[in-house]
């Protein structure tokens, strides 16, 4: 079993809606959460970050982690084209703060 | 900004040669690393490294081999490409350190590596 878990898609939405994206793991030693999101042919890129439990909010973005069920997710409100990428999250271990452990990735579309 | 760069977008090397990767960074970061992407399987840790000639093996090192000479560059090395390591590969940095210090990992461009 993966220590993170994550449905690939993808995920085919139209602009305006609502997106969730999540993610789930098993190591209960994780207190980082992080979303990164990579375009097409590019690197990944930090979007958002928590620490422990509790919401986040940038913008149209809102992190959101659950320790207790182990599930973290990812809001995206009025979703956009320029949303369209990949979401990939990752966490960090509070026993190895230098190890990324990261999700396969969602493939997100939205469709103008 | 932080930079991480990656000597190739796109390379095509024959099965059987020795692949060199290269990778610089220039925020003065403790951690570097590599991984592979591929489609369905995500990121793939291969290898990475604490400080300068510290490297540890990640979830896949079989058939690479890493080089940290100094803190700013990471090589990765492939030491006789097969046709099963045609992959995107992904060179990353981040801060290290304990706690909050090292919640980014800063990526490169990604050097997609045929092999035929």
């Known amino acids: 079993q993966k220590e993170v878990e994550q449905d690939p898609g993808p995920l085919s939405v139209p602009e305006g809606a609502i997106v969730s994206l999540n993610c789930t793991y098993s190591?209960?030693?994780?207190?980082?959460f992080m979303w990164y999101r990579q375009y097409s042919r590019k690197g990944p890129e930090l979007l958002m970050y928590?620490?422990?439990?509790g919401n986040k909010e940038d913008g149209r973005f809102t992190a959101q982690v659950d320790k207790s069920s182990k599930y973290i997710s990812l809001f995206i409100r009025d979703s956009q084209p320029s949303d369209s990428a990949t979401y990939l999250c990752?966490?960090?271990?509070?026993?190895?703060?230098?190890?990324?452990?990261f999700g396969s990735g969602t493939k997100l579309n939205v469709k103008p | 900004d932080v930079k991480v760069t990656q000597s190739s977008r796109y390379l095509v090397k024959r099965t059987g040669e020795k692949v060199f990767l290269e990778c610089v960074q220039d925020?003065?970061?403790?951690?570097m690393f590599w991984y592979r992407q591929d489609p369905g399987l995500g990121l793939r840790l291969i290898y990475f490294?604490?400080?300068?000639?510290?490297?540890e093996k990640g979830d896949i090192p079989e058939g690479y081999s890493v080089s940290r000479e100094k803190k700013e560059r990471f090589s990765l090395i492939l030491e006789s490409a097969s046709t099963n390591q045609t992959s995107m590969y992904l060179c990353?940095?981040?801060?290290?350190?304990?706690?909050?210090?090292?919640?980014?990992?800063?990526f490169g461009q990604g050097t997609r590596l045929t092999v035929v």
């Open positions: 990353a940095s981040s801060p290290g350190g304990a706690g909050g210090t090292n919640t980014e990992a800063f």
């Open positions: 490294s604490y400080d300068v000639k510290m490297k």
């Open positions: 925020m003065d970061h403790e951690n």
């Open positions: 990752a966490m960090l271990s509070a026993y190895n703060f230098n190890k990324f452990y």
């Open positions: 928590t620490y422990s439990s």
């Open positions: 190591n209960s030693a994780f207190q980082y």
